[in-house]
Each structure stands twice: as structure tokens, then as C-alpha cells.
């Protein structure tokens, strides 16, 4: 492992992820709980639709962002893309904000404490 950062979790053991699309440069939102059984995301919104970019079928416009559940299992672990290519990172929050994955470089792997 080349390096390792622990991020607080906001409340109910909750993180959200945003980042910008490399092809629409449209913002994407997700919020996800950690529990026993992994990662799970439990809200996902984005400002329009586009390549690769669907909203779920029970999407609901709320303040000019189309939001909706995701209907997804747990998951141990999240690959976040670093392909330098969108001009900002992935920001992370808990209690508070990080950005990771700006420039290009490996993936970045999420995945909760043991």
C-alpha cells in the first residue's frame, strides 16, 4: 500500500462522495453508509444526465438536481478512477472534507476500518 488516510464518518456512520464528470462536467453526489456488511449507498444525485450518467428510475428533480436511492448492494470496497482528466478530485466528507484523486495516478480504494 503506497499510503493510507482514515476519515471520520458524519453522523449515522455516513460519507459522502461528489465529483465531476470527465465527459458531461456535470456534477455527481452520492451519500453511503458504512455497516457489517460493507458500503452502502444510500443516496445519489446529478446535476442533468449524459454519457454514462443515468439517473435511477425513481429519480425526482429537488432543486435543479435529479435525485433518486440507489437500489445497490453492500460492497467491501470503492475503486475511485484518478484520471486527472476532470479538473478537480473526489471529495470525500465525513466530519470533514477531503479531495483525493485530482491527478492522474492509480485508483483510489475506499473501504472501511477494520
Do not use: Y
Amino acid at each position: 500500500m503506497a499510503g493510507a488516510m482514515a476519515i471520520a464518518l458524519g453522523p449515522g456512520n455516513g460519507f459522502s462522495l461528489a465529483w465531476t464528470h470527465s465527459v458531461e462536467k456535470t456534477e455527481w453526489r452520492e451519500d453511503w453508509r458504512v455497516t457489517d456488511a460493507g458500503l452502502v449507498p444510500v443516496r445519489a444525485a446529478v446535476k442533468g444526465s449524459g454519457a454514462g450518467m443515468e439517473p435511477g428510475p425513481d429519480a425526482r428533480l429537488q432543486d435543479g438536481w435529479l435525485v433518486w436511492q440507489p437500489k445497490a448492494p453492500p460492497v467491501r470496497e470503492l475503486a475511485l478512477a484518478a484520471s486527472g482528466a476532470t479538473g478537480a478530485g473526489w471529495r470525500i466528507c465525513g466530519v470533514d472534507c477531503v479531495t483525493l484523486g485530482a491527478d492522474a495516478g492509480a485508483p483510489l480504494l475506499l473501504r472501511p476500518c477494520p
